[in-house]
Structures are given as C-alpha cells and as structure tokens.
C-alpha cells in the first residue's frame, strides 16, 4: 500500500471538499433567517392558545383562538 502523498491526492481531496462546501452554502443561506428569527417565531406560536373540545362522538374538535396582540389580523 502506498502512502505517500501525490498531488493526484490532495487535488481529488480538495475537490471533494469544494463539493460539499457548494452544498452547504445555498442550505445555510435559506436556513439562516429561520435560526436568527427563531425568537419571533416562538412568539407567535406562543400567542396561538389551541383548545380541544370534544363532540358526542367522542372525536377532538381542535380550534384557535388568537390572542389580541394589538396588530391587523389579515386571515382568519
């Protein structure tokens, strides 16, 4: 077994490298909104308290209701 080190070798390591620094760099982008705007996100899950109810068929009814958080409601 030969292990030298050959630039055939370092030039197939890097390029392997490269290919996953080509993947993770588009993923990180897209992903890095969501961590750095993880505290709203939070917020706003935590402003929706979610009730059940259950019905004489003994099936859950799961409703929403929305806290008055004094800003425009668009949907509901």
Known sequence: MNNELS????????????????????????????IQNGNKILSKLN??????????N???IITNEIKNNNQPTFFQ
């Open 7 to 34: 630039l055939a070798k370092i030039i197939t390591g890097f390029s392997k490298t490269l290919n996953i620094a080509n993947q993770l760099i588009p993923l990180y982008k897209q992903v890095k909104p969501i």
């Open 58 to 60: 003994n099936n859950t």
């Open 47 to 56: 402003n929706l308290n979610i009730t059940t109810k259950n019905n004489s």
